[in-house]
Nanobody, 119 residues
Framework: QVQLVESGGGLVQPGGSLRLSCAAS????????MGWYRQAPGNQRELVAT???????VYADSMKGRFTISRDNAKNAVFLQMTNLKSEDTAVYYC?????????????WGQGTLVTVSS
């Protein structure tokens, strides 16, 4: 099992930037991919970006060009650099790690960090 702790959320003005971090602990050797998802009030949780062990990133269309996902495998961490933030980016951002074992794949989630974009 993997434990995930997000940090870096907060209040930012429209057009501003923010960097989220997620630190993994536990069975980190079993991590196959990490990613960020977000959930705004009244909405379903949606993909922001993912980065598997291969390093091939995937972004939701609305985040392309504004958000950048990266990993530091030595620190078992994943980051999300967000720029040109908009009010519609306000949401709780969740870190996810997909782990593999003989039992198959498992999704591991962090507790979330709140990002509020407002003037």
């Amino acid at each position: 099992q993997v434990q995930l702790v997000e940090s870096g959320g907060g209040l930012v003005q429209p057009g501003g930037s923010l960097r989220l971090s997620c630190a993994a602990s536990g069975s980190v050797a079993s991590i196959a991919a990490m990613g960020w998802y977000r959930q705004a009030p009244g909405n379903q949780r949606e993909l922001v970006a993912t980065i598997p062990n291969s390093g091939r990133t995937v972004y939701a269309d609305s985040m392309k060009g504004r958000f950048t996902i990266s990993r530091d495998n030595a620190k078992n961490a994943v980051f999300l650099q967000m720029t040109n933030l908009k009010s519609e980016d306000t949401a709780v951002y969740y870190c996810k790690a997909v782990t593999t074992s003989t039992m198959g794949y498992r999704e591991n989630w962090g507790q979330g960090t709140l990002v509020t974009v407002s003037s």
